[in-house]
């Protein structure tokens, strides 16, 4: 079973490596998605995968950029069958 998460974080989330970790972490797991700044000063992330690993992309992100994160809004969407995980400009 494969499921997509479309991720937004807020807070102090652009210039501090944010999207550098996060495909740093996405390739330690089985999945695949995107990671983007928004030009609200929010970073987009949608990743899909199976759930342990997408649970685990999530997980291991908040962890490691706690000090940085002070809203994270979730929404669950279809998974569309993306290939790799990227930065995007």
Do not use: W
Request: contains cysteine; charged residues 20%; glycine residues 12%.
């Amino acid at each position: 079973m494969t499921i997509c998460k479309h991720v937004y974080y807020s807070g102090r989330v652009q210039g501090v490596g944010f999207r550098y970790t996060t495909q740093q972490v996405a390739q330690e797991y089985d999945v695949a998605g995107f990671v983007r700044n928004l030009p609200d000063g929010r970073v987009e992330v949608k990743v899909e995968g199976s759930p342990e690993q997408v649970e685990g992309v999530l997980s291991a992100l908040a962890q490691r950029m706690s000090g940085y994160i002070e809203e994270t809004q979730v929404v669950d969407e279809p998974p569309q069958g993306a290939k790799g995980f990227h930065v995007r400009y």
